[in-house]
């Protein structure tokens, strides 16, 4: 799962309406022509019935028209579908392929890879780590300590 914010807002002021794009790998499908990976959208803040979707986590996700998933929609983790899953019966296969963005998606977004955050903070920190580590027994062996 990826998400990615319009630019314009990086480090500017933001509002609970602003969209979230999120991109998803799909496993099956109940209703429309839905794609492998699909984007999807939804707000940036429950306050505004946008969804919290949590990286590591499965969702049955419900989307519109103009494939926005609410909080307010029945979108949820598989762990409370169980309902769902019950009325819904068994799903099918994907379209292989993408989704298309909508043209207002297309230009100005910053992707933030949600699997290589961690990952990445942790390797910076343990670079920085390192290096200090180094230039410290450097020092130390010029000095003469």
């Known amino acids: 799962m990826r998400l990615a914010f319009p630019s314009s807002h990086q480090g500017g002021s933001w509002s609970s309406t602003d969209p ?6 799909v496993s099956e499908v ?14 940036r803040s429950g306050a505004s019935c946008g969804f919290d979707f ?8 419900y989307a519109d028209e103009e494939n926005m998933a609410w909080l307010c929609n029945r979108t949820k983790s598989l762990r409370y ?7 819904l019966g068994k799903g099918t296969e994907p379209t292989p392929g993408t989704s298309e963005l909508r043209p207002e998606f297309r ?19 343990f670079g920085l780590g390192l290096l200090g580590v180094l230039a410290w027994i450097v020092l130390r062996r010029r000095s003469g300590w």
């Open 107 to 125: 230009e100005n977004w910053l992707w933030r890879n949600l699997t290589a955050k961690p990952t990445c903070l942790f390797a910076q920190l």
């Open 81 to 87: 579908a169980d309902e769902d899953f019950d009325a």
């Open 30 to 43: 109940w209703k429309g022509q839905p794609y492998e990976t699909m984007f999807v959208t939804t707000r």
């Open 54 to 61: 949590v990286l590591g986590q499965r969702y049955l996700v």
């Open 20 to 25: 979230i794009l999120v991109e998803f790998l």
